[in-house]
């Protein structure tokens, strides 16, 4: 039995504009979504998303290239032939029906029997959890209940490929955090295949089976959240993705998977890298929790000063408290290193402005990049 993808853009390009003028959004991308994965569309404003969600939609045609739907070529056709719905940030409900009227609305345009509209409005409010206000109209709802009957609405149809357009920006952050796991819990209830839209990054980490990061109209990684957090492609990846410190290195050696480097901070680290060539300059990504710091005077108890790490001294420059970690910036010889630390306690040790302090890393916590 031949294996079927959700979707499938080929070779596609995107241009918008004539001539010298035109500008690319979308460079000769080409990724596939399987059947029944959340999957992420990640990048800053300008890289090509959306762009991407819209060929999919049929909102946009490409330049060239291709696009298929289960199997099937679905480049040239318009949105309303294709097997997908997409859920906007505005939800673009209609304010003079009721709920449970806008749920089932896509079926009264597609002639369904008025018995059948009813059930399938009911089972699709039953399955976002707000059965109980579907004679309700529109404004007399939340942002957070809009947003579920904006779900509800694009699930009726059934279709094959649910599209998510930073469905969350509207909302605050206590309910975007709420939202993610009705979101996740929904895509493993129904087995769609959602494709979700965001600039979050936490979010696309919180809820992805796999990541696309975008950047500069091409794809820039895709994997795993874990791949992609640990194990970035490139530095604009590791810099997108969470906060990192980069160092100029010098490449001294490479074997293999592995790389070792000339640091600035007098260190040399052998650890996994990214196209690495001995003799010539890369990057190293040092994520902030990933190093360990103690005081000075104390003994070596953070594991990640222990097992063959190499230690440093420096002096805390500024303090940054965060509710469940602390982020340190650490002067190392002239050298700005921000740290991390968690807050396990109610009184967790706080180290004051000026202390001076050792800190340092397993070298395979880091990673040489050259992009």
Do not use: W
């Not at 819209?54 to 032939?81: K, Q, Y």
């Amino acid at each position: 039995m031949t294996h079927v993808n959700a979707i499938e853009a080929r070779n596609t390009i995107k241009a918008f504009g004539q001539g010298d003028a035109a500008v690319r959004a979308l460079d000769d991308v080409s990724v596939t979504i399987r059947q029944g994965e959340f999957f992420t569309l990640l990048g800053p404003s300008g890289c090509g998303k959306t762009t991407l969600l819209r060929l999919i939609a049929g909102f946009e045609m490409p330049s060239s290239g291709m696009i298929l739907i289960d199997g099937a070529e679905v480049t040239n056709l318009p949105p309303n032939r294709r097997p997908v719905n997409t859920v906007f940030q505005s939800y673009a409900l209609f304010p003079h029906l009721t709920v449970a009227e806008n749920v089932g609305f896509a079926l009264k345009m597609q002639g369904r029997p008025k018995a059948e509209i009813t059930e399938t409005a009911a089972r699709m409010l039953a399955l976002v959890k707000l059965e109980h206000l579907a004679g309700r109209k529109v404004a007399q709802l939340s942002g957070g209940q809009q947003q579920r009957v904006a779900l509800a609405r694009a699930l009726a149809p059934q279709p094959k490929v649910l599209l998510l357009d930073e469905p969350l920006s509207a909302l605050d952050l206590k309910l975007r955090q709420a939202m993610r796991d009705e979101l996740r819990e929904l895509q493993r209830a129904t087995g769609i295949t959602f494709v979700f839209v965001t600039h979050d990054q936490e979010e696309a980490l919180d809820m992805s089976d796999r990541i696309c990061v975008l950047g500069h109209g091409e794809i820039q990684h895709l994997g795993t959240p874990n791949e992609i957090y640990e194990d970035p492609e490139n530095r604009f990846v590791a810099d997108f993705i969470g906060e990192t410190n980069f160092l100029d290195v010098e490449v001294i050696g490479v074997d293999g998977n592995r790389a070792t480097v000339r640091t600035p901070l007098g260190q040399t680290v052998t650890t996994f890298h990214k196209g690495a060539v001995a003799g010539s300059r890369a990057t190293l990504s040092l994520r902030p929790e990933k190093i360990g710091m103690e005081d000075q005077a104390a003994s070596l108890t953070d594991t990640s000063l222990q097992n063959g790490a190499e230690v440093m001294e420096g002096r805390i420059s500024a303090r940054n408290y965060m509710g469940g970690y602390t982020h340190y910036t650490v002067d190392v010889g002239g050298i700005a290193l921000r740290v991390s630390r968690r807050n396990a306690t109610s009184h967790s040790q706080s180290f004051e402005i000026g202390r001076p302090v050792k800190i340092g890393f397993r070298h395979d916590s880091a990673r040489v990049l050259t992009q």
